[in-house]
């Protein structure tokens, strides 16, 4: 059997770029007479933009640390030892670079037991361990705590979470067993599946704490100190920790139960991690932590070696990097600065627009509507929502009255724009609407100003053709909830300038959405997709398949809702319009359904009512439907959705709708709220073998998302 070190030293090879950990010891005497103390500082030596991970090099200087303290603690020369982060961060998990790059089994497998024998020396050394946790920790930064004897938490620390099912993972390297044995069963759940695949939601300091993961909390400003001299206090024996007793009866079971129904109502199980963390968690109810930790080893090479995580590492990268660095974006140099904002509109949807606009960039936001009470109403959603901020502590009272004082209404264009910036307009989605207005904007904007429409559908160009200076209008195209989701589809007119498109893009920057280059082409990137795909279940129901057969069929996919409840969030009419838009450019591939036109006219809000609290077909749609009599399985339907999307998809590759596939995957996930374990959709096409069926080649290449050859 290798020890510890040569399977660290093996799996090292595998990860050449490795951002490696150092594992700093250092010793100190105690307060309180608790004798001396020896502290592990986990640090990679880079400010707290680059957060500290373990690859196998990084366990490997812990395991050496590790090494050090257990030979003080049994010749006694130290009653303890502490482990602790670099300022802001203790540790975010496992590096995820090296990851991708595995090929075998064997050495996924490395990975998770190298993992475990580290970490579990922290728990069977001569004398207690505590974990600080002074900063950021996720995964296998929260699991090395989990191994210690008691833990400390930051009141100041801003995100903790054990996000691995989010990404096609479990908990690995003790999360799935030590916790449900820490804070039971039910607490456990929430973190490891409810929190994770709620978009990977984080906690804080104080829920860490009354959660019971940690056993004190501490100020941020001298929380080593204060975490040290409670250490004292607990070696000296002033301090005594108790902790609640676990349940592990009838409360166990139903909370695996509760898990399973969460997972089941996120991803339909179409995607395996939550399940495999689920049954670790069910087994660790009888305590054996080791056999836990076999199990985390085989559930964790059996993920890696799967195309869910690595179409969750492809996402994740997406989001984080490519994100962060749009494709074809002009150089940021060329941007003007914004100092005041103008909103034609003041509907909902332009009253969120400027609420983002004045949080965000906090300078002067004007709206503009057609009469007094609509403005009046639209100021009014803004100073309501900074009301709430104010309620929930977000904002302090200067700065809630400094914000609401910046929001203003005109019915006038020339007084509330001749000094505007940035100029977004979203009214009536109605091409000579949009060219009226921006002819009233242009005559009274200043000429530096950048005309930003928030059309979902119609032409750029188009809208900006009657315009004396057409180069400075861009498509700003945002999605519902606009504070919610993060993706702005910017989109080039034919004659937009480089200046007016970097500008767009400092200002996506300034109000942190993930902003991706799009062609002006018909419904851009999001809506195009969706429509198509929203058509193809829409016609196999004109054609005959029942309702229910059709929904069903895309269950496998793990959406956050299905299509019909989906069109109901966004509005049938809208629905309905986009489809009209796409019909009249691509006749051949979108038709007009009669039934959701018929829906739309009898002014039906969605296919569905909720008497029972479970969506049920409203009979009046029922009655509303003329439907064929060709009737579709789930397989069939599922099918001919999927070949029509990878169909569309390649069609926009071959337009330059976007630059690349990846593109088209960020805008999904960030867009569409698409799932991580799709790595939003060619992926899966790739993986389903969907895209060569259709186009005659993947999307992606071997080894991008999916286990390399």
């Given at each position: ?37 020896a ?64 090929k075998?089994?064997?050495d ?39 191994h ?8 100041a ?6 996000p ?55 100020e ?90 690595r ?19 002009p ?52 100073h ?33 724009f ?7 307009e ?13 002819a ?29 200076h ?51 082409a ?150 569409a ?8 959709i ?28």
């Open positions: 059997m290798s020890t510890t070190a040569e399977l660290l030293k093996g799996a090292a090879e595998l990860f050449p770029d490795e951002v490696v950990t150092q594992a700093h010891v250092r010793h100190f005497q105690l307060p309180a007479g608790a004798g001396n103390f502290l592990i500082t986990l640090d990679n030596g880079l400010d707290h933009t680059k957060p500290t991970t373990f690859g196998p090099q990084s366990l490997a200087n812990l395991n050496a640390a590790l090494d050090q303290v257990e030979k003080e603690a049994a010749e006694g020369q130290i009653t303890g030892v502490g482990l602790t982060g670099k300022p802001f961060i203790f540790a975010v998990g496992a590096d995820l670079k090296g990851v991708e790059l595995l075998r089994h064997e996924a497998l490395a990975i998770g037991k190298g993992g475990h024998e580290v970490f579990k020396r922290l728990s069977s050394l001569a004398v207690p361990t505590f974990a600080y946790y002074n900063g950021a920790a996720m995964g296998g930064g929260v699991e090395a705590g989990l210690c004897t008691y833990r400390t938490v930051s009141k620390l801003p995100a903790f979470s054990l691995e099912v989010f990404l096609g993972l479990v908990p690995g390297w003790g999360g799935c067993t030590i916790l449900p044995n820490l804070i039971g069963a039910d607490k456990a759940v929430s973190v490891i599946i409810e929190n994770s695949l709620n978009q990977n939601k984080q906690l804080k300091g104080a829920q860490v704490f009354d959660l019971g993961i940690a056993d004190a909390i501490f941020g400003a001298d929380f080593l100190e204060q975490s040290l001299s409670w250490t004292a206090s607990v070696l000296n024996g002033s301090v005594t920790v108790e902790r609640a007793e676990i349940d592990r009866g009838e409360a166990w079971d139903q909370a695996v139960a509760r898990g399973r129904f969460i997972a089941d109502s996120k991803v339909h199980g179409a995607a395996p991690a939550a399940y495999r963390a689920l049954d670790i968690i069910e087994a660790a109810k009888d305590a054996d932590l080791q056999k836990g930790f076999d199990a985390e080893d085989v559930a964790l090479a059996d993920l890696i070696m799967g195309g869910e995580l179409s969750g590492i492809y996402a994740f990268n997406l989001v984080q990097k490519r994100g962060k660095r749009p494709a074809g974006a150089d940021k140099s060329l941007a003007r600065p914004v100092t005041k904002v103008g909103v034609v509109g003041a509907g909902l949807m332009a009253s969120q627009l400027a609420l983002l606009f004045l949080r965000r960039l906090e300078v002067p936001v004007v709206l503009t509507d057609i009469d007094q009470e609509r403005v009046d109403k639209g100021v009014g959603y803004v309501g929502e900074i009301d709430k901020l104010l309620g929930k502590g977000r904002v302090n009272q200067d700065k809630a009255n400094r914000l609401k004082a910046m929001v203003t209404g005109v019915l006038d264009k020339a007084e509330g001749s000094d505007a910036d940035f100029i977004i979203a009214v009536f989605e109605e091409i000579g609407v949009k060219q009226q207005v921006f009233e904007v242009e005559a009274v904007a200043p000429e530096h100003a950048i005309l930003a429409t928030n059309t979902s559908s119609l032409s750029v160009t188009e809208m900006a053709s009657k315009l004396k057409p180069e400075r209008v861009v498509g700003f195209h945002f999605f519902n909830p606009v504070a919610v989701l993060p993706l702005l589809e910017i989109v080039r007119g034919e004659q937009t300038d480089d200046a007016s498109l970097a500008t767009a893009f400092g200002v996506a920057k300034k109000l942190k959405k993930t902003a991706v280059l799009v062609k002006d018909p419904a851009f990137v999001v809506n195009r997709i969706l429509t198509r795909f929203m058509g193809e279940i829409q016609n196999v129901i004109d054609e005959g398949t029942p309702v229910a057969t059709a929904e069903k069929a895309v269950e496998p996919l793990g959406l956050p809702m299905s299509p019909l409840v989906l069109l109901e969030l966004v509005g049938p009419a809208i629905g309905l319009h986009v489809s009209e838009t796409l019909n009249r450019a691509f006749p051949d591939r979108f038709r007009v359904s009669p039934n959701l036109k018929a829906v739309v006219e009898a002014g039906k809000r969605g296919f569905y009512v909720y008497d029972s609290g479970k969506p049920e077909l409203d009979p009046e749609v029922a009655a509303l439907l003329k439907q064929g009599d060709t009737v579709l399985t789930e397989e069939q339907v599922r099918a001919r959705v999927l070949e029509a999307v990878a169909q569309e998809i390649g069609l926009m590759l071959d337009e330059g709708v976007v630059a690349e596939a990846q593109d088209i995957d960020l805008c999904l996930i960030t867009g709220g698409w799932p991580f374990h799709l790595g939003g060619t992926p899966y096409l790739d993986r389903e073998g969907v895209s060569e069926r259709v186009n005659g080649k993947t999307f992606l290449q071997p080894g991008t998302a999916s286990v390399p050859a």
